[in-house]
Every structure is written in C-alpha cells, then in structure tokens.
C-alpha cells in the first residue's frame, strides 16, 4: 500500500520560501512521477508540478518561475515555492502521477500552508 | 492551456436519485481525463480514469463516458456517502482541474 505524508512549516512569512517534504512508504520513488497539488480555502484544485526519478519535471505554467520539486532521497521528494503571498495559503498534497493518463492516485492527507506576517 | 469547466457548479439531490455531472475541455483530449471525488478535510479520491475505467474499489454505481471535449460522470443511484464534490482533471497537458461540482443533499 503506497502511503504519502507531508511534512513542513505550517507558517510563512509573505516574501519568504515555502519549503515542504513528502514521505513516501509502500512505493519506490523510481516507480512513478511524484507531484505536488493545491488546494486555496474553499477553493478548487490547483496542480503545481511533478519530478520524475530521472530528475525530470513539469510545472504549471502560472508558478513556473517560483517553483522547484525535486528528488531528496530513496523516498522523499521536496517542493520549494519562493516569493510567496497571501494567494499562496493552501493546503498542499503530494501525490503519485501516473501515466499515460495522468491520473493522481494515491494521495498524502495535505498540509496546510499559511501566509502571513 | 487546456481550460476545463465542470456543470452544474452545485446540485442538490436526494438518496436513489440519478445524478450526471458534465466536464468540458476547451480543446480536444482524447479520452485523458479523470474523475475524482473530495469530502469536506479530505485528499481528493480517484473514481474514474481514461474518461470510462472505474479504479479499483470504486462502486459500480459511479461510471464515467465521453471523449474529446466533452465528458460525464454518473452516479446511478446515489449513496449517502457520495454526497461530496467531484472535480474532473485532463491528463493531455499539465494536468488542469476542473472547478468542481459540490453534490448535496435535497
């Protein structure tokens, strides 16, 4: 059974970096693309990007510049999201990518993330 | 960008009733999109990929159709505990969210 945990700071300082971790159990990282999504408060959803174990990634167009998933380890990957504002408070999943349909499919419970002096 | 939109926005229905969401793509996708479904505190949860395949330990009530632009979910006979709301995604480009469709209940 893949299980997936976020871990990080709950609280970010407008202008400063958002950093998060996710742990990955039940799966090896070199089997599927690793993702990052979010969630704003009442809010749809809003996907960030993915890094492959090739060291490969894609990201939404609209974060490109502030945004970097990668590989930490065997079985943790990483985002880092700079410059962050207000509009970036959400609750932040990491999930598995899998192909050729893309469908996320197994899911870390989320994080939530605020942004605020 | 492929910009995808769900309808209704919101609907209210009662126990046993049919429900039919419909997602739209702005451009063709083949059938590369998926259904999911969140509840209120929840990570979303895959029903439906490749527009028609039921993941594995999904009901059968839930059934997915469509291609191209335009896409349905289905809920045959609808559960107390599939009142929730239901987003679709398009794995063709960047993997886009639609906005959602909250299903409560009448």
Known sequence: QVQLQESGPGLVKPSETLSLT??????SISTYYWSWIRQAPGKG?????YVHYSGSTNYNPS????????LE????FSLRLTSVTAADTAVYYCATLIGPYDKFDYWGQGTLVTVSS | DIQMTQSPSSLSASVGDRVTITCRASQSIGNYLN???QKPGKAP???IYAASSLQSGVPSRFSGSGSGTDFTLTISSLQPEDFATYYCQQGYSTQGFGPGTK???K
């Open chain 2, 103 to 105: 299903v409560d209940i």
């Open chain 1, 45 to 49: 959803l809003e996907s960030i990007g």
């Open chain 2, 45 to 47: 949860k895959l029903l």
């Open chain 2, 35 to 37: 259904w999911y479904q």
């Open chain 1, 22 to 27: 996710c742990t990955v159990s039940g799966a």
């Open chain 1, 63 to 70: 974060l490109k510049s502030r945004v970097t998933i990668s």
């Open chain 1, 73 to 76: 380890s065997q079985n943790q």
